[in-house]
Nanobody, 124 residues
């Protein structure tokens, strides 16, 4: 299984931006669909965005469309999540995830490999 390490979380004011990174190792990165999920306190983990190994395939949760952008750089085995116009309700632990294959799927059960998470806190 591929190993994933997230970075880039932090504290930001509402309206600000952050870029999360996820570095992958131990697998053929270009064969994986990569995703971002988040989990707020007391809530279930939810889908945020995903990008297939064919980079034109992307999916976003309705709550982040137009504000977040997922991208990947296969040469660096890294996937990014650019988050703009952040809102307090975006506060959560953000997790990087990977699934083998090209399909952009959106549920937790579809992804086999997970990072440890990075905290994003948006203050009002």
């Amino acid at each position: 299984q591929v190993q994933l390490v997230e970075s880039g979380g932090g504290l930001v004011q509402a309206g600000g931006s952050l870029r999360l990174s996820c570095a992958a190792s131990g697998g053929t990165f270009s064969s994986y669909t990569m995703g971002w999920f988040r989990q707020a306190p007391g809530k279930e983990r939810e889908f945020v965005a995903a990008i297939g190994w064919i980079t034109g395939s992307r999916g976003y949760a309705d709550s982040v469309k137009g504000r977040f952008t997922i991208s990947r750089e296969n040469a660096k085995n890294t996937v990014y999540l650019q988050m703009n116009s952040l809102k307090p309700e975006d506060t959560a632990v953000y997790y990087c995830a990977a699934r083998l294959g090209p399909r952009v799927l959106t549920t937790v059960a579809d992804f086999a490999s997970w990072g440890q998470g990075t905290q994003v806190t948006v203050s009002s």
